[in-house]
């Protein structure tokens, strides 16, 4: 069971980061899903962590990464918009083993999700 953390209400412009524990030796993504809207990809890497791929709206606020001593996955979240206010969940790829490079962006190929940390930006 995943669980993700570091959720928070902040003013545009701030920083949170987010944690999820525990990672393991496949893919592990971030996405988000504001009320009304779909789930939407925010960042993933591959296992190796060397493969990333990151939401246009995201990309260069946010940074993925992972700790394998700690065994645990963050998103760093700056310069943070209202636009950002979600629910943010982390997954994680199948438990077999998958390439090293190897990452999906389809919420449908992702087997475990954490419960979901909130995230409210005020303008």
């Known amino acids: 069971q995943l669980q993700a953390s570091g959720g928070g209400s902040v003013q545009a412009g701030g920083s949170l980061t987010l944690s999820c524990a525990p990672s393991g030796r496949t893919y592990m993504g971030w996405f988000r899903q504001a009320p009304g809207k779909e789930r939407e990809l925010v960042a993933v890497f591959s296992w190796s962590g060397t493969k990333t791929d990151y939401a246009a709206s995201v990309k260069g606020r946010f940074t993925i990464s992972r700790d394998n001593a700690q065994n645990t996955v963050y998103l760093q979240m700056n310069s943070l918009k209202p636009e950002d206010t979600a629910l943010y969940y982390c997954?994680?790829?199948?438990?077999?083993?998958?390439?090293?490079?190897?990452?999906?962006?389809?919420?449908?190929?992702?087997?475990?999700w954490g419960q979901g940390t909130q995230v409210t930006v005020s303008s």
């Open positions: 997954a994680a790829g199948p438990s077999y083993s998958v390439g090293p490079l190897y990452y999906d962006t389809d919420p449908d190929k992702y087997d475990h």
